[in-house]
């Protein structure tokens, strides 16, 4: 099922075209009305109106969460105030907000995308949608609430929280959809069994998760769970929302809507593109926003371009899941560990329960790495040999995967703190 | 259909367009709206050969046309009718018409009097005075016969420069009506045109040129509801008090 066929499975030379004229036009709008970029053309000797090829989009410049902080709130905007209808912030999630506009345009387009990943994921007319992602401020919440009308659903705007309430409501309005984090989703199907409710009480079909990492293993996990198909699915409110990047029903990397984005993936330090496949920072550049258009805006998120087509038939190409942030890697004796590495394999394991926290604490001028995964209750409790088993598992595994040493240790089903919204991860006790 | 990339081109010193990149797909009717003097009707002289291009690069059906010769474009699809319709005055309606398809007549007579007959149903007004010197039609019904005229040559894309000027707005309204019409019937049209509104309703997808340059792209109805095109082109004042 596509939304918009004839973008979605586009020749690839017609959308080349298509990107450029679209990234010409930006341009010129962005040199015209954002004084910031005027002046980045200029520092840099960038002619806008000399663009003439996509291969030149590596001498444009970057865009950077900090230069959104520099001009907030309005500094980045290309539309004067009054033509902009509505305005969301960033969380803040690592820092300061930021602000972001969209005209009615803007609204419409965004919609059209959300619509778009919302088809590709199962979502149609006769389902019916729970949103629980907060709306707000925060883009999650409206970005695929307008996708899901416009696809003709029927939404429940319950937004974030309220576990109880949701899986009421979940039960009572035949929820076909759910839409929230995948962190989230977990700490539904847990609380599902903790209520001893049965699976056959709830119409689940369709799962779509995003705004934070997860692993394949979550995925499985909650497909299990909640006996759903899952997909993930990609954007920040700088750029737009939700609605960037979606799996379809395949579930083999997010398609991109190039038609509106441009992806470049580079290499955080040297900030030259990656060879073809690897990983490497996400790069993006708006092509069609008009209130707030980006150029080459540096996300912060790891992954890798998946060339080859999908047998979904999109020709829109696909991103590999996020697997980290470039602000979440941490340098632990040197080496870069990203939380997915170690979150990959605490899921292969037998008896542990898909909740971890990592602690990075400094003693002694040495960096100690340390993993506290919870276990089943009745390993907990009851078997030690089991316990000391795992936590060797683990740690071989660990010492395999980043090539040095880590701390395990096993805690109590539910005793780390849980999330309603992103998942709190990482502890980096280390005064640098 | 037709891709044009960084196309340069102009009048002797004067570079008029300066980096026009656009496509139109088959079966669209795509509007190029601009303000007097921003080269929408040079772009379409630089399309059809009648000017050279400076720099950038024309595709018809996925042909390179930069350098080819004007007769020869028509040949290949692709039909301009000019601002100012210039028709043969001297000439009856239905000659005018004849003239239009002498690249269809030279492949047979049964092609072209279909392609006639197609024409005759589009523009009634065509049949009715077939035999009529085309000076003494009105301005409406010249823009008609131009246009009859370049579908003649049943071009693949066929290109109007400002099918409204000078014309009354029932008339214009007509002349819509019938562009319109064409699409339905699969004929791509590519529409220059002052009348903004009026090009936006009935288009597919448009874009905006000021002095020479591409400013904005994008589906029509989004570009009716863009507040720029609104105060520049639509004649809408948006300013408050």
Known sequence: MYWHQEKECINRDDLKQLQLERLQATLFRVATHVPFYRQKFKELRVDPDGFRSLDELRALPFTTKQDLRDNYPYGLFAVPLRDVVRVHSSSGTTGQATVVGYTGNDIKTWASLTARVLTAAGVTKDDVVQIAFGYGLFTGGFGLHYGAELVGASVIPISSGNTRRQLQIMQDFRTTALVCTPSYALLLADTIEEMGLSLNAFSLKYGLFGAEPWSEAMRQEIQKKLNIIATDNYGLSEVMGPGVAGECQQRQGLHVNEDHFLFEIIDPQTLEPVPPGEMGELVITTLTKEAFPVIRYRTRDLTRLIEEPCPCGRTLRRIERITGRTDDMLIVKGVNVYPSQIENIIFEIEGTRPHYQIVVEREDRIDKISVLVEVVESIFFDEMRKQREIIETIKQKLASELGIGVEVRLVEEKSLERSEGKAKRIIDRRRL | ?241
């Open chain 2, 1 to 241: 259909m037709l891709k044009v990339r960084n196309l340069e081109s102009g009048y002797g010193k004067l570079r008029v367009l300066k980096r026009i990149s656009l496509h139109v797909n088959p079966g669209e009717i795509v509007t190029l709206i601009g303000a007097n003097g921003a080269g929408k009707t040079t772009l379409l002289a630089t399309i059809s050969g009648l000017i050279p291009a400076r720099a950038g690069e024309i595709i018809l059906r996925d042909r390179e046309i930069t350098r080819v010769k004007a007769e020869k474009i028509v040949e290949l699809g692709c039909s301009l009718v000019p601002e100012g319709r210039q028709v043969f005055a001297t000439m009856t309606v239905r000659e005018n018409l004849v003239l239009g398809g002498y690249i269809q007549h030279k492949k047979g007579n049964r092609e072209f009097l279909r392609e006639l007959d197609y024409i005759y149903e589009l523009f009634p007004v065509l049949a009715e005075r077939q035999n009529q010197l085309a000076g003494t039609l009105s301005g409406g019904e010249q823009q008609m016969l131009a246009m009859g005229r370049a579908l003649m040559a049943k071009p693949a894309l066929i290109m109007l420069d400002e099918p409204s000027t000078g014309l009354a707005p029932l008339i214009v309204k007509n002349i819509f009506a019938i562009i319109s019409k064409m699409r339905e019937a699969g004929n791509t049209v590519l529409l220059i045109e002052q009348n903004a509104k009026a090009a936006l309703k009935i288009a597919d997808r448009g874009y905006v040129l000021e002095t020479g340059k591409i400013i904005l792209e994008g589906p029509a109805e989004a570009l009716l509801a863009n507040r720029d095109v609104q105060r520049a082109y639509l004649g809408r004042d948006l300013a408050r008090p």
